[in-house]
Structures are given as C-alpha cells and as structure tokens.
C-alpha cells in the first residue's frame, strides 16, 4: 500500500517586489492540458498578459493569469527548500550551450 504524501501549508512569502505577482498557465496546443509556466508581476492583468505572452505563451494557444496571493500552496517541503531544488538543477553539469524553441535556428551574428 502507498502512503499518502504529507502537505503542509506554506505560508507566502515576500518576493521583494511590491507590484502583484500573476501565475501563468498556458495551453502550447488545443488539444494539450493547460499547464504551469511560471509568474510574472505586473500591476494589472492586461500588464501580466502582456509579460506572460512575451516570456512563456508567445506561441500557445492559451495563456490563463492567476493572482498569486489567490493560490493555496501545499507541498511536502517549503517553499525555499523548493528554489534550492530549482537552483540546483538550472546550474548543470554541462558545458553544452542550451538553446531554446526560439533560438533553436537562429544564425549567429558576427561583430563588424
């Protein structure tokens, strides 16, 4: 048998930034599930679809905004803890260059 995890709440937190903090969900395709993307902060929801649509969802098909202080976070670790992991795993131990989707064919440009 399984155990369930074990969620606490996690309390928010200040992320430096005074202006409201937007979650995005996008939607790459119609027949995809709505996914995370990440936040944006923004003053209002027409400045965060702004952002959203430049940073994550300039091709998907859907891009849904959430206020951050409207969501209920419950993880089995805090949310520093969480960062860390995130961290840990953006650093790597490639030395490849990684490229994204937009710069994927993108030709190099040579100084003059």
């Known amino acids: 048998m399984v155990e369930n995890a074990r969620r606490t709440h996690v309390e928010r937190d200040e992320r430096g930034n ?8 996008i939607r790459p395709e119609a027949d995809e599930p709505m996914r995370h993307a990440g936040s944006v902060s923004a003053a ?11 940073l994550f969802g300039w091709h998907a098909d ?11 976070r419950y993880s089995t670790q805090g949310l520093a ?17 990684r490229e994204s989707e937009e710069t994927a064919h993108a030709t190099e440009v040579q100084d003059a």
Do not use: M, Y
């Open 62 to 72: 859907d891009i849904w905004l959430c206020p951050a202080d409207a969501v209920e």
């Open 81 to 97: 803890a969480a960062a860390d992991d995130r961290s840990d795993e953006a650093v790597g131990d490639s030395d490849e260059p």
């Open 44 to 54: 209002s929801g027409t400045e965060a679809h702004e952002h959203a649509s430049r």
């Open 18 to 25: 005074p202006t409201p903090q937007w979650e995005v969900f």
